[in-house]
């Protein structure tokens, strides 16, 4: 029998056209995807142009009212607690990178730790992604923890946290390559950092990653 793969969210696809180096034109304007995951919505905003993936309840018309555009408008306060209502929620703007997985060979520096579920970190992947997998180095006194999850637009997405006492030297980048030594090699695989966290979003750098835009994970109420 011959598996046919699932189609791609649309909004999968932009970003993956924006890792190859075509991005939305610079137009000052927005468009509209549809949801890919019940209960979270997204604003993804590239240089001069946004996209929103929000459901079919909230209408073009309330979108543009509140002031939406491609150069900042799609991330203004007025605008994210419009949508949101008081009903809903919204998330914090973060930063939206693109790495690749390296599919590394030879002994696994990461393991899977099931252990690691109730960490902060993956409990927060479970909330707004699906089929998180929790990663962690063999010892088990060791609780660094990578999560790899079906997450924005159904893309491979990565979120990690290092030990509080083991941060600085590289650890975090180390952390984050041996994630992407997990998967094979080429695949894209998206991070989301709020710029505040510059410790996160530098490890991510260093560990090449490159910046595609800002995402805004919400909910309309």
Do not use: K
């Not at 034109?25 to 996209?51: L, M, N, Q, Y």
């Not at 929790?134 to 006194?141: A, F, K, L, M, R």
């Amino acid at each position: 029998m011959i598996r046919v793969p699932p189609p791609v969210h649309p909004l999968a696809e932009i970003i993956q056209d924006a890792d190859a180096g075509r991005f939305p034109a610079a137009d000052g304007g927005w468009s509209r995807v549809p949801t890919w995951r019940d209960g979270v919505e997204a604003i993804v905003c590239f240089t001069g142009h946004a996209v929103f993936a929000l459901d079919s309840r909230v209408s073009h018309e309330r979108i543009a009212e509140l002031g939406a555009d491609g150069f900042g408008g799609a991330a203004h306060p007025r605008l994210l607690c419009g949508l949101a209502g008081p009903d809903g929620w919204v998330g914090s703007q973060d930063a939206l990178l693109a790495g690749h997985g390296t599919g590394a060979g030879g002994e696994a520096a990461l393991v899977p730790r099931p252990d690691l579920s109730s960490h902060p970190r993956a409990q927060y992947a479970a909330s707004v992604r699906d089929d998180p997998r929790t990663y962690g180095y063999p010892d088990p006194g060791r609780s660094a923890v990578a999560i790899i999850s079906s997450g924005l637009a159904g893309l491979t997405e990565l979120s990690f946290e290092l030990e509080p006492d083991r941060r600085g030297g590289g650890q975090a980048t180390a952390l984050i390559r041996a994630a992407l030594a997990t998967l094979p090699a080429g695949e894209l695989v998206v991070a989301a950092a709020t710029p505040g966290n510059a410790a996160s979003v530098r490890a991510l750098l260093a560990a090449g990653f490159t910046p595609l835009g800002s995402v805004q994970l919400l909910a309309c109420g």
